[in-house]
């Protein structure tokens, strides 16, 4: 499965980012697709999930109610799935990536959205929030 982000900006604190992760047509069927973000010399954080055609989302406490995640199943030759970034502060600065899971979302929530437990990977998108 070949995930690809997009989106990423420069952004002043207090703005917003739309990333996007385009997937084949058709993965939400099998798999959940999980936002994390990695700033160097930190573990990759797992920060949102949605958990594949039902579209029910989980978050983190450090971005929920700033952060939404969506997905567009409609496309002809992809799912998008979207994560809206609000209120954006200096903290949120890192690399973003995607990355799908057999596993559900609770079952991350439960056992604390381990790298470990993902199947496939994007190469990630670069947030950067100026102060």
């Known amino acids: 499965v070949q995930l690809v982000e997009s989106g990423g900006d420069l952004v002043d604190g207090g703005g917003s980012l739309r990333l996007s992760c385009a997937a084949p047509?058709?993965?939400?069927?099998?798999?959940?697709i999980v936002w994390f973000r990695e700033v160097p010399g930190k573990e990759r954080e797992g920060v949102a999930c949605?958990?594949?055609?039902?579209?029910?989302?989980?978050?983190?406490d450090s971005v929920k109610d700033r952060f939404v995640m969506s997905s567009d199943l409609t496309k002809a030759t992809e799912d998008t799935v979207y994560l809206q970034l609000t209120n954006l502060q200096p903290g949120d600065t890192a690399r973003y990536y995607c990355?799908?899971?057999?596993?559900?979302?609770?079952?991350?929530?439960?056992?604390?959205?381990?790298?470990?437990?993902?199947?496939?990977w994007g190469t990630g998108t670069e947030v950067t929030v100026s102060s």
């Open positions: 047509k058709d993965t939400l069927e099998e798999y959940a």
């Open positions: 990355a799908a899971t057999g596993l559900s979302c609770t079952f991350l929530t439960i056992t604390g959205w381990q790298t470990s437990d993902m199947e496939y």
């Open positions: 949605i958990s594949g055609t039902a579209g029910e989302t989980f978050y983190t």
